[in-house]
C-alpha cells in the first residue's frame, strides 16, 4: 500500500472539503436553472483562473501531437461522461444520494484495475473496497423505493462512476511527458466546448438570468471545482497507485450526505451514520502505513 506524503495529504484533504460541500451545492445551483448551463458557465469561470494559474508557476501550456490522441482518450473518460451525467443526474436525486452513487467510483476502480489491467490487490485494499461497497449499500438502504421510481438518474450516475474509474486507471498510466496542470487545462477546455455544443443545442430555450444563489452556486464551481479539486484530484490520480486515490476520497460522499441534510433538511437514517464507520474504515486500509518487513523475514 502505498503512504502519503504530507503534500498529497493536504490536497487530499482540501479535496474533499471542496467536493463534499460541493453536492448541495450543485443541487441549489440547478434548482430552477437549466443544468448543462450551470455546468457550463462554471468551465467558462473556471478556465481563464485555471489558465493564470499556469502562467503564474510558469508551465507549458504546449502538448506533443503525439500526445494529442491520449489527451483526447483521457478527457472523455476522466471528464465528458462524468460531467455530463452527474449534473443531468442530480435534479432527479437528493444531493447526498447522488454523491453516494457517483462515489462507487473507487469501487469500479478495483474492479477494472483487476480485471482488465492485471493489477493484483492485497486484501486489505480488497477489505476497504468490500467497506466502501457495503457502506454505498447501507446509504442506499432507505432510498430503494425513491430509486426505483428514477431510473434514470441512477443509471446516468453509475455510467459516470464507472467511465470516471476507467479514466482513474488511465491516467495513473499515462505516459504523455507534460506537467499534470497542462493536462488539466487542455481537458478543461476540451470539456468546456463539449459542455457549450450540448447547452445550445439542447438548452438554448430555457437559458435565464442566474438568481443570486445560482451565481454563488456557479461561482463555487468555478473556483473550488475546476481551479482547484479537477487539477488537485487528476495530481493524486497520475502519482498514487489507483485504489489509494480513490478510496482515499471515500469521504466526500459522507460529507455530502451529511452536509446536505443540514443545509437542504434531507432526513438522515441509521443507515447514513452506520456508513460512515465503514467508509472510516475504507479510507483506513488505504492510509494506515504498512507494517515494516524484518530483515530475513
Request: charged fraction near 10%.
Amino acid at each position: 500500500m502505498h503512504t502519503l506524503s504530507r503534500q498529497q495529504l493536504v490536497l487530499l484533504v482540501l479535496l474533499t472539503l471542496v467536493w463534499g460541500f460541493n453536492w448541495p451545492i450543485m443541487k441549489l445551483g440547478v434548482t430552477g436553472f437549466p443544468p448543462l448551463t450551470f455546468r457550463t458557465l462554471c468551465m467558462w469561470i473556471g478556465l481563464p483562473v485555471l489558465a493564470g494559474v499556469l502562467l503564474w508557476r510558469r508551465v507549458p501550456f504546449r502538448v506533443g501531437r503525439a500526445h494529442w490522441s491520449e489527451l483526447a482518450l483521457l478527457t472523455v473518460f476522466n471528464m465528458f461522461f462524468w460531467h455530463t451525467l452527474i449534473i443531468l443526474a442530480i435534479q432527479n436525486l437528493s444531493s447526498g444520494r447522488a454523491a453516494i452513487l457517483g462515489y462507487t467510483m473507487p469501487v469500479f476502480s478495483a474492479l477494472v484495475g483487476a480485471w482488465w489491467f492485471g493489477q493484483r490487490l492485497p486484501g486489505r485494499a480488497w477489505g476497504g473496497v468490500a467497506a466502501a461497497a457495503l457502506g454505498v449499500g447501507l446509504l442506499l438502504w432507505h432510498e430503494l423505493t425513491q430509486l426505483s421510481g428514477k431510473p434514470l438518474g441512477v443509471t446516468m450516475m453509475l455510467v459516470g462512476a464507472a467511465t470516471w474509474a476507467v479514466g482513474t486507471q488511465l491516467m495513473r498510466r499515462t505516459r504523455i511527458p507534460h506537467p499534470t496542470l497542462a493536462l488539466s487545462f487542455w481537458m478543461t477546455l476540451f470539456t468546456t466546448l463539449w459542455m457549450t455544443l450540448l447547452t445550445v443545442l439542447f438548452e438554448r430555450d430555457a437559458w435565464t438570468w442566474p438568481t443570486p444563489t445560482v451565481q454563488w452556486s456557479i461561482l463555487y464551481n468555478a473556483l473550488g471545482v475546476f481551479a482547484f479539486a479537477q487539477v488537485a484530484w487528476l495530481s493524486l490520480a497520475r502519482d498514487l497507485p489507483p485504489v489509494a486515490s480513490t478510496l482515499s476520497v471515500m469521504f466526500i460522499p459522507v460529507l455530502g450526505v451529511f452536509s446536505g441534510a443540514w443545509w437542504l433538511g434531507e432526513v438522515l437514517h441509521w443507515q447514513d451514520w452506520a456508513a460512515v464507520a465503514l467508509v472510516m474504515v475504507a479510507i483506513a486500509s488505504v492510509l494506515w502505513p504498512a507494517r515494516a518487513v524484518q530483515p530475513g523475514a
